[in-house]
């Protein structure tokens, strides 16, 4: 693979088709990733992942525009693509991009799913949560319980719309995490990639809300690993709407682990390697 700033290689250097995985990975962050998991199948398949794209706007790129930054790469490539995985909200541009990709190749790629959710505003408002509590050690909890009930009114004005709560949320964060760099004297170096993580996360998820509908239909089509986690993915959906669940995929797979470990699960990696393996034979009975 030559250098790129859309993907990097994160497992495998021999045979096989390639597979991609899309996630947005953060530094810190609590859940494994996909290099945990590739790691563990120990797969000869190239496998790269999505790079996480700098925003510093409050608006930024286009479901379309992040599909066509990850495709571009692929295509340039020009090497088979044997599977698509995606995770959390990854899993809505893994369909699209699987999409894509099915119309460019003989055969489709193979759509695996991990924990998939749509995009969505309640999961932008857990993350703004989780992000600013980091600042209540050295601003204060007040302002940060301020920072939190702006933005879940405004989550109740339009629950709908992440257009608008997106630049709200990213907005607070602003304003929050600049008292704090203040208080600290952060430099301006750390400040901005501090800040450009946040809402560069938001820009994904917001993006990704535009692709939501028709990603639903092509989940129909995919494998889906479930956690155990009552409120991650199928599970949260189960609880809303179990009839939708039943059909969501065409195929789930559950593991008794936590959303955040799923892609560290010894027994998710097992099945996982089983899958390429199948796609594997699969094309070699086909030739």
């Given at each position: 693979m030559e250098t790129s700033d859309a993907w990097w290689e994160i497992g495998g250097k021999g045979p096989g088709d390639l597979v991609l995985a899309v996630d947005f990975t953060a530094t810190g962050r609590p859940d494994a990733r996909f290099a945990d998991i590739v790691g563990l199948t120990a797969t000869s398949h190239p496998v790269w992942e999505t790079m996480p794209q700098a925003i510093a706007t409050d608006i930024g790129p286009s479901g379309e525009e992040y599909l066509d930054r990850w495709f571009e790469d692929v295509r340039a490539g020009g090497q088979q693509v044997g599977a698509v995985l995606g995770f959390c909200a990854g899993a809505v541009y893994a369909a699209a991009l699987a999409g894509r990709i099915a119309q460019w190749q003989e055969r489709a790629p193979q759509l695996i799913l991990f924990d998939p959710e749509q995009a969505n505003a309640f999961g932008l408002l857990w993350q703004f949560h989780k992000s600013v509590e980091l600042f209540a050690g050295?601003?204060?909890?007040?302002?940060?319980?301020?920072?939190?009930?702006?933005?879940?009114?405004?989550?109740?004005?339009?629950?709908?719309?992440?257009?608008?709560?997106?630049?709200?949320?990213?907005?607070?964060?602003?304003?929050?995490?600049?008292?704090?760099?203040?208080?600290?004297?952060?430099?301006?170096?750390?400040?901005?990639?501090?800040?450009?993580?946040?809402?560069?996360?938001v820009a994904y998820v917001v993006a990704a809300g535009q692709l939501n509908s028709s990603a639903a239909t092509a989940w129909t089509d995919a494998v889906a690993f479930s956690s155990g986690s009552p409120l991650s993915g199928l599970n949260r959906l189960r609880s809303t709407d179990p009839d939708g669940a039943a059909g969501a995929v065409a195929r789930e797979l559950r593991f008794d682990c936590d959303h955040t470990d799923l892609l560290r699960d010894e027994g998710a990696a097992t099945a996982l390697a089983e899958l390429l393996t199948a796609q594997d034979l699969s094309r070699q009975i086909r030739m």
């Open positions: 050295i601003i204060g909890a007040e302002p940060v319980a301020e920072a939190q009930e702006t933005a879940r009114q405004a989550l109740e004005a339009d629950p709908e719309n992440l257009g608008y709560i997106g630049p709200v949320l990213v907005g607070l964060f602003r304003e929050i995490s600049e008292a704090a760099f203040d208080e600290i004297e952060l430099e301006p170096e750390s400040r901005t990639e501090f800040t450009e993580s946040f809402t560069s996360f």
